[in-house]
Nanobody, 121 residues
Framework: QVQLVESGGGLVQAGGSLRLSCPAS????????MAWYRQAPGRQREMVAF???????NSADSVKGRFTISRDNAKNTLYLQMNSLKPEDTAVYYC???????????????WGQGTQVTVSS
């Protein structure tokens, strides 16, 4: 059993900052890629930022220069530092990860339950 649990969301004024965390726990052998997604009301879920096991990253154009994705492999934890927040960043933020539970298994994709981020104007 593997769990991802996001935290760090909340209500913030435009221009403010939040830091999201997503620790993975359970029967984990290794974690490959990890990512943050978000879903605003009435909109499709979209990728915010991605980080490979090597540490290389990519992010959506809408958050480039404002959001930074990082991971602590020793703690099996994914982070998202969000600065200069805008009202259009309001959404439920989800983390996901490709996790192997055994050395010879293929990785499976796991999702967290989401954390609400609300940015007021």
């Amino acid at each position: 059993q593997v769990q991802l649990v996001e935290s760090g969301g909340g209500l913030v004024q435009a221009g403010g900052s939040l830091r999201l965390s997503c620790p993975a726990s359970g029967n984990i052998f290794s974690i490959d890629a990890m990512a943050w997604y978000r879903q605003a009301p009435g909109r499709q879920r979209e990728m915010v930022a991605f980080i490979a096991s090597s540490g290389s990253t990519n992010s959506a154009d809408s958050v480039k220069g404002r959001f930074t994705i990082s991971r602590d492999n020793a703690k099996n934890t994914l982070y998202l530092q969000m600065n200069s927040l805008k009202p259009e960043d309001t959404a439920v933020y989800y983390c996901n990860a490709l996790i192997r539970t055994k050395a010879v298994s293929n990785p499976s994709l796991y999702w967290g339950q989401g954390t609400q981020v609300t940015v007021s104007s």
